[in-house]
């Protein structure tokens, strides 16, 4: 494995690893409740992109969905939309976590050139984004990403549009950029979901 796959896989394992720690102890004999609605997290992919992979870790502390554009593959993509879902985490700090998964990510390949972009609260949610551009992290092609972390009630998500190996054009960035704008986290039938 690359030095950047190396830095990509160790900054999701991160967050992963965060996650099972941070599972609580189940009680002893829980009494049964009615189950609370759970949050839809509504994405939007770029026309032409389609359903590649997607996996669960057997504990169900990770979930995650990758699309990438007709005729791209996982192995071999330009460009990749990746849908990630951290139940165990939910409610904690996205800024927090954002910061980690690039610190983790600089610590492998410095001279990865991190920006912070503004980020509203999404329905009401803190969430925090990012834009990383790697130009030069041992044999692995270059790669940029533009991410979004999502504090929700029943886990926290991140949402990554990745190009590689050129940066986006200002194009490309912008509609992406608008893509993460349309992010939705909601309840399915509630109206903040029917936007």
């Excluded at 949050?39 to 939007?44: E, K, R």
């Excluded at 790669?143 to 998500?157: P, T």
């Excluded at 986006?168 to 986290?185: E, F, I, W, Y």
Aim: aromatic share 4%; net charge positive; hydrophobic share 45%.
């Amino acid at each position: 494995m690359t030095r950047l796959g190396t830095a990509l896989a160790m900054a999701a394992a991160c967050i992963a690893w965060t996650a099972a720690e941070a599972a609580p102890a189940a009680p002893a004999a829980a009494a049964p409740t009615a189950p609370a609605e759970e949050q839809a997290l509504l994405v939007s992919t770029p026309p032409g992109f389609r359903l590649a992979w997607k996996h669960a870790t057997p504990d169900g502390s990770v979930k995650m969905t990758e699309f990438v554009p007709e005729g791209q593959t996982v192995e071999s993509w330009r460009q990749m939309v990746t849908v990630q879902h951290f139940p165990r985490l939910a409610g904690a700090d996205p800024t927090a976590l954002l910061g980690s998964w690039t610190q983790r990510l600089t610590s492998v390949c410095p001279k990865a050139q991190v920006s912070r972009v503004p980020q509203p609260p999404v329905n009401g949610h803190a969430a925090a984004r990012v834009y990383v551009h790697v130009t030069d992290c041992g044999t692995r092609q270059p790669e940029s990403i533009l991410a979004v972390m999502i504090s929700g009630r029943d886990a926290l998500h991140m949402v990554q549009h990745a190009w590689r190996p050129q940066p986006p054009t200002r194009d490309q960035l912008d509609a992406a950029m608008s893509g993460l704008d349309r992010v939705r986290l909601c309840i399915p039938a509630d109206r903040a979901c029917a936007k």
